[in-house]
């Protein structure tokens, strides 16, 4: 029972640090430029794409022996465009205007490369609750990652969070002027650059 404790807790916090995969593996970096202008988008992406790589290694692991070898891409892909399509209706069913917003990239998880390296390297391997784990906290250390960054674009770029205001009106009349270049394209690129480079500095300790 320990040995399977150890490895579930090495499965789930090895994406959160040592393995994170947009700060370690840099995977993932498209749609992490791409929705991270603001903070609710980030956090929108990050559950679907945790809620689909998380349900995508379950099933996968659950099937793995049943697939022939040769076609195991084509299932894998069949599965998570069935996951994308279910969240990409959930959200426009509820939640209209931040699906306006991420556009095609909800379509685009199904070619994330965090979401088919994950099936490919664990779930075809291991277990259905070792899977569900990894692709959750592969899904949480992507998400993590959106989170900071859209925090701080919206903050430095806006004075608020999640639409509503931070930065007291008194600070502006003061003088304070919000950093536009924090909408720009240009800048979630620069962000997740500072990130990875404190990530690597303070937090994360290379496997010698």
Same mark, same amino acid.
């Given at each position: 029972?320990s ?12 994406? &959160? %640090?040592?393995?994170n995969?947009? &700060?370690?593996?840099?995977?993932g970096?498209?749609?992490?430029? !791409? ?9 929108v992406?990050? @559950?679907? +794409?945790?809620? =689909?790589?998380?349900?995508? %290694?379950?099933? =996968? ?5 049943t ?16 996951? +994308?399509?279910?969240?990409? /209706?959930?959200?426009? !069913?509820? !939640?209209?205007?931040v699906?306006?917003?991420?556009? +095609?990239?909800?379509? &685009?998880?199904?070619?994330? $490369? @965090? ?5 490919? !390297?664990?779930?075809? /391997? %291991?277990? #259905?609750?070792?899977? *569900?784990v990894?692709? *959750?906290? %592969? ?7 959106? +989170? @900071?960054v ?14 509503? /205001?931070? =930065? #007291? ?15 720009? #394209?240009a800048?979630?690129? =620069?962000? @997740?650059? $500072? ?14």
């Amino acid at each position: 029972m320990s040995l399977i404790s150890n490895k579930l807790k090495e499965v789930f916090l090895s994406p &959160l %640090n040592i393995l994170n995969p947009v &700060l370690v593996q840099v995977l993932g970096i498209c749609s992490a430029l !791409a929705v991270t202008s603001q903070l609710k988008p980030s956090l929108v992406m990050g @559950i679907a +794409v945790t809620v =689909i790589t998380a349900f995508s %290694n379950l099933i =996968i692991s659950i099937i793995r022996k049943t697939v022939p070898t040769r076609i195991r891409i084509v299932v894998q892909l069949v599965v998570v465009a069935a996951l +994308v399509t279910i969240v990409s /209706q959930v959200l426009k !069913a509820y !939640a209209y205007d931040v699906s306006v917003e991420l556009s +095609v990239y909800v379509g &685009l998880i199904i070619t994330n $490369c @965090i979401l088919m390296g994950r099936l490919e !390297a664990f779930a075809m /391997q %291991n277990r #259905p609750w070792h899977s *569900f784990v990894d692709g *959750f906290a %592969n899904g949480l250390g992507y998400g993590m990652i959106l +989170v @900071i960054v859209g925090a701080m674009r919206e903050f430095f770029g806006r004075g608020s969070l999640l639409g509503y /205001q931070i =930065i #007291p009106q008194g600070a502006y009349d003061a003088g304070y002027i919000n950093n536009g270049t924090m909408a720009m #394209p240009a800048m979630a690129l =620069i962000m @997740i650059g $500072c990130v990875i480079w404190i990530h690597r500095a303070y937090f994360y300790k290379e496997e010698k």
